[in-house]
Structures are given as structure tokens and as C-alpha cells.
């Protein structure tokens, strides 16, 4: 049996849908920025987003290099260890992150009279 179900509102194909796509989730942009400022191993990215599961970190992750946004490194040796560095489609992007994160606090004040 066909699925009755219609889309009400298309999914538009641009590159602002593919954004919010990729960005989507609530911890993605703060992992992209700490990974930009060299915090890459995944203890130390879930020691500074305490209000986040692991397992919600590691999923979240695991999209990003999906997107491509991040790549991966196991490092062999005594203790295995993993790293997160960006990829060139993830630093093209902080600029995006960092132009966002200004405007967000140039407004601050307004902002916070209105967002929940």
C-alpha cells in the first residue's frame, strides 16, 4: 500500500535547506568551534559540553563526518586515541559560524527579550 502521506510544505533544494540539514542538532555548531580551536579528542570535547551525553556527542559527531565536515584519526600505540580535525568544507564553513556567532552577540540584548 502506497504511503497517503503528502509533504504540505516542499522541501526546498538550496543550499539554505542543505545547511540546516547539516547543522541540525543541538551540539554540532559548539563541537565545529571547539574542534576549530583545537580541542579534538572526544574526552575533551564531552569534558567541555557537560550538559551533553556522550552517546548524543558521539552521534553528533559521527553526522559531521558524514557531512564531511570533520575527519577522523585513530592514533595505534599503548592507548589507542582518536582525534577530530576539520576538513576544508568544515573551515570554509567557521567563517560562516563565526559571522553568526557575532551577529548573535551584537544583539544579544534583543535577543534574549525574545528567545526562550
Known amino acids: ?12 533544494d538550496c543550499g539554505h535547506e542543505y545547511i540546516r540539514k547539516v547543522l541540525y542538532g543541538r551540539w554540532k555548531i559548539i563541537l565545529l568551534i571547539y574542534i576549530a580551536d583545537g580541542i579534538s579528542r572526544p574526552g575533551e570535547l ?14 553528533q559527531l559521527e553526522q559531521l563526518l558524514k557531512h564531511e565536515l570533520i575527519s577522523k584519526m585513530v592514533f595505534e600505540g599503548a592507548v589507542q586515541h582518536v582525534e577530530y580535525q576539520l576538513t576544508d568544507l568544515g573551515k570554509s564553513l567557521m567563517l560562516v559560524i563565526r559571522i553568526m556567532g557575532k551577529w548573535g552577540n551584537d544583539h544579544i540584548e534583543q535577543l534574549r527579550k525574545t528567545v526562550k
Not at 46 to 59: F, G
Open 46 to 59: 564531552a569534558r567541555n559540553i557537560p550538559q551533553a551525553s556522550r552517546r548524543v556527542l558521539d552521534s
Open 1 to 12: 500500500m502506497a504511503n497517503t502521506y503528502e509533504r504540505k510544505i516542499p522541501l526546498l
